[in-house]
């Protein structure tokens, strides 16, 4: 059986064209998210497509990057998918499969060129935050909490995980904003 894997990384972003392409391909069941690839942990239908997937089946993706953005998680995948007698086709990157020894060499140096170009930008965005840093333009981004409201709890005698309750956050956010006021005197 064929069995495709289609991931976009936000909610905003079409599935269509990779939906299109997997049934173009003949896939006869397809697992679909709206989740960041920077990680395999979290993310549901990957986890259900790697659990259904039997031997003799193939899973497919449209491009690498739908599947896994790091080297070790790449080969993770792989190595679970292997063990149940599973194969792997990339529809859009050509020669990127496991039916064969050139197809694997290929999946692994993918792979790695995938890990290292995630590292240069990471690398890059750092960088440049820390040039705005000194040029005393970047200032962090804004709290994701409105730091007045858990304030003003907190000061109404509400504790941190009552707070966190009634604003639909964290606790480390809550401590996060109560920070300053809890800084010790001098």
């Known amino acids: 059986m064929l069995v495709g894997y289609a991931r976009v990384s936000s909610a905003g972003q079409s599935l269509d064209v990779q939906l299109e392409a997997l049934a173009a391909a003949g896939c006869e069941k397809v697992f679909q998210e709206k989740k960041s690839g920077t990680s395999a942990e979290g993310r549901d239908a990957l986890a259900d497509a790697l659990d259904f997937v039997r031997d ?92 007045d409201a858990v304030r003003q709890l907190h000061g109404d005698g509400v504790g941190p995980s009552d707070i966190a309750k009634r604003l639909g956050i964290g606790r480390t956010s809550v401590y996060r904003a109560l920070k300053v006021d809890c800084a010790p005197a001098d």
Do not use: W
Not at 58 to 72: H, N, Y
Not at 124 to 141: F, H, L, M, T, W
């Open 56 to 147: 003799g089946d193939t899973l497919m993706v449209t491009r690498l990057d739908r599947l896994a953005r790091s080297s070790v998680d790449l080969h993770n995948i792989i190595e679970r998918i292997s063990a149940k007698g599973v194969k792997f086709r990339c529809l859009q990157q050509a020669g990127i499969d496991t039916d064969s020894g050139m197809g694997k060499l290929v999946l692994a140096i993918l792979g790695a060129v995938a890990a290292f170009e995630t590292d240069i930008r990471k690398e890059r965005q750092r960088e440049g935050i820390e040039k705005a840093k000194a040029n005393g333009v970047y200032k962090g981004r804004k709290p994701s909490v409105e730091v």
